[in-house]
């Protein structure tokens, strides 16, 4: 198990996000796991599959796309900025083949989501109907505002 630093996120491949509240629970069940203690347990907290943007300059961010299912074999990118400061933690673990898990402010997926958890959005069917609506609105020119999606 590594603990990686904001500079050393893999960037252009698959990662797990998490809230921070699951990252020391988190920890101890992939120790139990590597030392085969608890193998038949499920991993703590809820994750979303994302992935981390290639860019050429890091900087103080990076972004962070996922696709969220749009119906009928259609899929929306959803891409946020995802800042230094809001970085907790990344815990890569080659032995185990899992995909690294990048652990967020639970204040920061709060702001991004609101009161919905980031994996709820898969799920809510209202929420899709307005994001649709809203990416619809978006390609016809009819720009946006951040509180506008959500609202």
Same mark, same amino acid.
């Given at each position: 198990?590594? #603990?990686?630093?904001?500079?050393?996120? =893999?960037?252009?491949?698959?990662?797990?996000?998490?809230?921070?509240?699951?990252?020391?629970?988190?920890?101890?069940?992939?120790?139990?796991?590597?030392?085969?203690?608890?193998?038949?347990? =499920?991993?703590?907290?809820?994750?979303?599959?994302?992935?981390?943007?290639?860019?050429?300059?890091?900087?103080?961010?990076?972004?962070?796309?996922?696709?969220?299912?749009?119906?009928?074999?259609?899929?929306? =990118?959803?891409?946020?900025?995802? =800042?230094?400061?809001?970085?907790?933690?990344?815990?890569?673990?080659?032995?185990?083949?899992?995909?690294? #898990?990048?652990?967020?402010?639970?204040?920061?997926?709060?702001?991004?989501?609101?009161?919905?958890?980031?994996?709820?959005?898969?799920?809510?069917?209202?929420?899709?109907?307005?994001?649709?609506?809203?990416?619809?609105? +978006? +390609?016809?020119?009819?720009?946006?505002? #951040?509180?506008?999606?959500?609202?």
């Amino acid at each position: 198990m590594k #603990h990686l630093r904001f500079e050393d996120i =893999p960037l252009g491949q698959a990662l797990y996000l998490m809230d921070e509240k699951w990252r020391k629970a988190y920890e101890v069940w992939l120790n139990n796991v590597i030392e085969n203690r608890g193998v038949d347990e =499920p991993q703590p907290g809820s994750v979303l599959f994302v992935t981390a943007a290639e860019t050429r300059e890091r900087g103080d961010a990076i972004e962070l796309e996922w696709l969220v299912d749009g119906g009928v074999q259609t899929t929306i =990118p959803f891409r946020v900025t995802f =800042p230094r400061s809001e970085f907790v933690d990344c815990i890569e673990c080659r032995e185990y083949d899992d995909k690294p #898990h990048l652990f967020a402010r639970s204040s920061w997926l709060t702001n991004v989501f609101g009161s919905i958890e980031p994996w709820e959005i898969l799920a809510d069917q209202d929420l899709m109907k307005s994001i649709k609506q809203g990416l619809a609105e +978006a +390609a016809a020119g009819n720009l946006m505002s #951040h509180e506008d999606v959500w609202d």
